[in-house]
């Protein structure tokens, strides 16, 4: 109850010591403020976190276990241990993870430690969508129809489905993040998108638990950020539009929404308002609406925690919503009532993911080759919990940063985001193409944003210049030379383009020919040695003159040449048959083909079958040898970087072998299966 709750502020004690129970940029952002506010902070860390930027950061870190976030993250009881151990007053649960768990929101409370979140009946209401929605709808919010019950057979679901009418959307009760989220546009593809669903709820929150509601067409996703206090008080500040997404997560955020009228904004906030005081909520929250054409808009669910795209509201407040958030969970009234909340400028938020957006976004995990990023000032943070060199891990979500940026002006903002992004190396081109779309200039955006666009956000890729290629070849000569006179501890790779001898001479004339390879096509280069210590590289036609020397500077390596007179100075990394070149301009990869012979399979793996698009754990193998698949049947389900991926078959053929079981890891590239035509079978048998 609320008299409850105001009794328990009166024995909240301050908080002079606080626990994230998370890791990454979320961590990282969170101990800022609570050093700002002279309290000390407690970082967890799994084994593949130890040397994370968030453990570096804390006064104090404690090992909680294996890198799968079972184990680790979502461990309540590991979680709580650290929190007793260490002495700490509160634990602050950032987003996902056990930020929205019930259940640890109890522990703390019998445990004697301050939840820095909402009283768990807030969580448990509004994460539960069924129970949301029936209280929304009592307290006068707008609210959008579909099915919330209990029977959840996949005939009363289908059926529900059919009576509200194509196409749907199929929620997990529990869900978040964009996680346990499919559209079924048709009957015949409802069951295959609800197992989908479900499994992948089943992996993120434990509950497969589903809801069915009419899926609008091209809205717009607004969302209200609102805090509550302990005293009975509640604000809104203001709402984010988060409407261009893939995979139902969101990639740019804006505050306040572009278009929308005072009078709209102001019903916007007070909805909100009376979503969070239904409630009683305290502490930091999001309302989510559906927003249409006509800016009608309709309550899809309640985030009981901190959202990622939180900074983009306190840049056009003025407010740190972090420090909030501790002053409040120690009883403190809100800093601000509605009418000291004033609005100003405008403020984008861009997430940088380690994923490739030409290949439909798919995340990648591995090694930081580069981050460089704008100077951060009072107009641009740069949030993250990575260095330059850090792994990005398969167990964790691909973020890796975000920049955020505020101008007077929505115009002023997206010049300033623009020029920001060019600090970038990561989902770059992306990024430039879709904060300078004329439709997401006038800020015309939907969540069909992307596919509506996608001719425009991802034009045929440009084929690097020569100058690129010349600059990749030098790389590899100075790279050969180095190893050959011990400048480094590894010997020349002996599939170097340049064959097993070094290839330098020392005031010698003479040519060599090698190949690269630049996306799927190969160059041919002709490379003379001069006597000065130049080359002269003939790529295709031209012929360029070169000079360089790579110079080391904080550990990195830098390509520093020139080109036809033109200098340049790019990092360059060097890894797995690949040249990799960072400039300010964005990056080239320029490969050296792997031999036939070490190649061992194709592109398409293993005898022609189905290869792991990145590291990650086998959830469920469908097929077994023997079997009969046809093109784009389904072979496997894997999970990685908390996503799922339907691995299908690439041609029509016979399962000779299935290579991993369920449960096992595949790294990237590796061959899953083996598949072979019936043709092949049909000969293999007969000798």
Wanted: proline fraction near 5%.
């Amino acid at each position: 109850s609320w008299e409850a709750i105001q009794c328990y502020s009166r024995r909240v004690r301050r908080i002079e010591k606080v626990l994230i129970a998370n890791r990454g940029e979320i961590a990282c952002r969170v101990m800022r403020s609570a050093k700002k506010m002279g309290v000390r902070s407690v970082a967890v860390y799994s084994d593949a976190d130890k040397h994370s930027m968030h453990v570096a950061m804390a006064d104090e870190a404690y090992h909680i276990g294996p890198a799968p976030s079972q184990q680790s993250y979502l461990s309540m009881d590991k979680v709580l241990e650290v929190a007793k151990k260490s002495g700490s007053h509160a634990v602050h649960p950032g987003y996902g993870f056990l930020s929205e768990n019930t259940e640890f929101a109890e522990a703390c409370k019998q445990e004697g430690i301050i939840f820095i979140g909402p009283p768990s009946s807030a969580i448990r209401d509004m994460g539960i969508k069924s129970t949301s929605k029936h209280i929304m709808s009592a307290a006068g919010v707008p609210i959008i129809g579909g099915y919330h019950g209990e029977d959840q057979s996949n005939e009363k679901l289908q059926a529900e489905a059919v009576r509200i009418g194509y196409p749907v959307m199929i929620k997990a009760v529990r869900g978040g993040g964009g996680k346990g989220m499919r559209i079924a546009r048709s009957d015949s593809d409802f069951l295959e998108q609800l197992e989908s669903a479900r499994r992948e709820a089943r992996k993120s929150f434990n509950d497969d638990v589903m809801l069915i509601e009419k899926f609008v067409e091209d809205p717009r996703h607004v969302e209200v950020q609102v805090f509550g206090d302990m005293h009975g008080n509640a604000v809104y500040l203001f709402e984010r539009d988060c409407s261009v997404q893939r995979r139902h997560q969101k990639i740019i955020e804006e505050a306040p929404g572009p278009g929308i009228s005072p009078e709209v904004r102001r019903k916007l906030g007070e909805a909100a308002v009376r979503a969070a005081k239904a409630v009683n909520y305290v502490g930091a929250g999001t309302v989510e609406f559906i927003m249409d054409a006509q800016h009608n808009f309709y309550f899809m669910e309640m985030n009981t925690r901190l959202q990622v795209e939180h900074p983009v509201s306190e840049m056009i407040t003025g407010t740190d919503l972090v420090e909030w958030q501790l002053r409040v969970a120690a009883g403190e009234r809100l800093p601000l009532l509605q009418e000291d909340i004033m609005l100003r400028g405008h403020s984008f938020e861009a997430r940088i993911y380690a994923e490739d957006p030409n290949n439909d976004f798919l995340p990648g995990a591995g090694p930081l080759l580069h981050l460089s990023t704008p100077s951060p000032d009072q107009h641009t943070r740069i949030e993250t919990g990575v260095r330059e060199g850090d792994e990005v891990s398969a167990h964790y979500d691909p973020m890796i940063a975000k920049l955020v940026v505020w101008g007077e002006d929505r115009s002023a903002a997206l010049k300033k985001l623009r020029h920001c992004v060019l600090g970038l190396n990561t989902n770059i081109d992306f990024l430039l193409n879709l904060s300078g779309h004329p439709e997401f200039e006038a800020g015309n955006v939907s969540t069909s944003f992307i596919p509506q666009h996608y001719a425009d956000l991802f034009p045929t890729p440009k084929a690097p210049s020569g100058a690129t290629i010349c600059q990749a070849a030098l790389g590899l000569i100075l790279q050969e030379r180095n190893h050959t006179l011990g400048f480094t501890q590894s010997s020349t790779d002996p599939f170097s383009p340049f064959g097993s001898s070094s290839g330098w001479r020392n005031n010698i004339l003479f040519n060599r020919n090698v190949t690269l390879q630049v996306g799927d096509k190969k160059v041919d280069v002709v490379i003379m040695y001069n006597q000065d210590g130049s080359y002269s590289m003939q790529v295709g036609d031209e012929v360029n003159h070169v000079t360089g020397e790579v110079e080391m500077e904080g550990g990195a390596s830098f390509l520093h040449c020139t080109v036809n007179g033109v200098k340049s100075r790019p990092k360059l990394v060097i890894l797995d048959n690949t040249v990799h070149l960072f400039s300010t301009e964005g990056s080239s990869q320029v490969s050296v083909p792997v031999p036939k012979y070490r190649a061992g399979v194709g592109g398409s793996g293993a005898q022609g079958g189905a290869v792991a698009p990145m590291t990650g754990t086998i959830e469920k193998v469908l097929v077994k040898a023997g079997d009969k698949v046809t093109v784009g049947d389904p072979l496997m389900v894997m999970i990685a970087m908390k996503m799922e991926h339907t691995i299908r078959a690439p041609k029509s053929g016979v399962i000779k072998k299935v290579l991993f079981s369920e449960g096992s890891q595949a790294n990237r590239h590796a061959p899953l299966v083996e598949l072979v035509e019936e043709e092949e079978q049909a000969e293999g048998s007969s000798q």
